[in-house]
């Protein structure tokens, strides 16, 4: 499997690498949680947008983010979630892209979100302004009622590979046993035909397990909770990196 290295941290080697969410609402209350994330034993900061009150006004996101990483000191992933796969707010499709191009040409992004199932020719010319930028792709799906069959998760994170992704992630929420089964498999499954970082979780608390057992099926990453998490079943980081020691291969 090929890696991608963003600053001093190298996902899909070694441990599952542990990102924590900024779910603020306010720029103060950002960089409080951005100062804060200084401090938290985690290894990439994600900056929730679509919990930003301002993130529609022009040039504040990418504005903001470069104080964002000048508090928090480690690689930034910076995320839109769509309302409809479990985001904070409603946004156009126009509006979502135009504050990513603006992040990208003028704010401090190390890896960029990007949402599989958004226009096919906008994510193209998003990813591909991204690559010229040094930005890594994090292209993802999630599904907050139900596990979709396990050929149908190897198709989205193969999707997502062919769209230039750098990391392919998914998330499904799990009705039983059975669906994280599903999740798990699906993820070794992937790995044999796409070479790239896979980031892959069975939500809620039934699904838990998929999120510190990384290294024994495939996903290279694992979201922390710091004080409030941003989707179910989030592991508080204060234990999340001894868990991971302990279910280490090697």
């Known amino acids: ?100 191009r603006d992040i990208l040409e003028n704010g401090a992004a190390d890896l960029l979100d990007v949402e599989l199932f958004m226009d096919e020719a906008e994510v ?28 149908e998760i190897v198709k989205r994170l193969t999707a997502m590979n062919a769209k230039g992704a750098d990391i392919c992630k998914i998330a499904v929420m799990p009705q039983s046993n059975e669906d994280v089964l599903t999740l798990l498999s699906a993820t070794v499954e992937t790995k044999k035909t796409v070479k790239k970082p896979l980031i892959t979780m069975s939500m809620g608390a039934l699904g838990m397990v998929s999120r510190v057992s990384g290294e024994v099926f495939g996903s290279a990453a694992t979201f922390g909770a710091a004080k409030q998490a941003s989707a179910p079943g989030q592991v508080p980081v204060g234990r999340l990196r001894d868990t991971l020691e302990t279910l280490k291969l090697s």
């Open 124 to 151: 193209a010319v998003t990813v591909d302004l991204a690559h010229k930028k040094g930005v890594k792709i994090v292209m993802c799906n999630h599904d907050f009622f139900a596990t979709p069959a396990k050929e």
């Open 1 to 100: 499997m090929s890696t991608v290295t963003v600053e001093n941290v190298v996902l899909g080697q070694g441990r599952p690498k542990i990102i924590v969410p900024i779910v603020g609402t306010t720029e103060e209350a950002i960089l409080k949680a951005a100062a804060e994330a200084h401090d938290l034993d985690c290894d990439l900061i994600e900056w929730r947008i679509d919990w930003y009150q301002d993130v529609a006004a022009e040039g504040a996101a990418a504005a903001l983010s470069h104080k964002v990483k000048k508090a928090i000191q480690k690689p930034l992933l910076v995320t839109f979630r769509t309302k409809k796969e479990g985001g904070e707010m409603e946004l156009s499709d126009e509006l979502y892209f135009a504050i990513y």
